[in-house]
């Protein structure tokens, strides 16, 4: 594993210990207040720490959860990394008034599903195997990267806006970028791959 990753899902890891849900039980209002907590130290934030925050429309959304993903795209390329879940906690907490703390649950198997959905289709429409002269290049690499992030964004902005249509949740769901892994000469994430 990529050693940018590992660092930031230790940190990440450390800081949401008390937050993972299990779908199996019902949630409890204080372990929702748990998890909608992270804070990051001023003193510690860099490029290598997910932002806490993000301004989307206006609207000042909350880190909630960090999820890992990969996907191949065939036997050779594939990507690995984490993506970060954006909600207005003003939303989150309207809606434990109006509809109660369990609709969180069946919420983060629909977001779940609309980043795997979402990761599939980017990796299906970028080439991995960067510069045919230069692959290792750090311009390539930062070309593959912004590509990457471009395509996500477009791929999972429908599946977002229809959720918010659905729900009354704001949210955005964005690919952590220091964490992203390409594989171009040998994919084994052990996941299904896309069938391209």
Avoid: W
Avoid at 37 to 43: A, I, L, R, S, T
């Amino acid at each position: 594993m990529n050693p940018k990753v590992l660092a930031v899902m230790v940190i990440v890891s450390a800081s949401l210990a008390a937050c993972t849900v299990e779908p199996i039980r019902e949630v409890v209002d204080e372990e929702l207040n748990d998890f909608l907590v992270y804070q990051v130290d001023p003193m510690d934030a860099s490029e290598d720490v997910p932002s806490p925050t993000h301004v989307k429309e206006g609207r000042t959304l909350r880190l909630v959860r960090v999820m890992e993903g990969g996907v191949c795209k065939n036997e050779r390329e594939g990507v690995d990394g984490l993506f970060l879940l954006y909600a207005d906690t003003d939303d989150v907490d309207r809606i434990k008034i109006t509809e109660g703390a369990q609709v969180f649950g069946d919420f983060e198997r629909e977001i779940e599903t609309i980043s795997a959905m979402a990761l599939q289709e980017t990796i299906k429409g970028i080439y991995l195997g960067g510069d045919s002269v230069f692959p290792d290049s750090p311009t390539s690499q930062q070309n593959m990267l912004n590509e990457f992030e471009l395509q996500f964004a477009d791929t999972i902005e429908s599946a977002i806006d229809a959720f918010q249509q659905k729900t009354s949740l704001t949210i955005d769901i964005l690919p952590f970028i220091p964490s992203l892994y390409f594989y171009s000469e040998g994919c084994e994430l052990g996941r299904e791959e896309t069938g391209e």
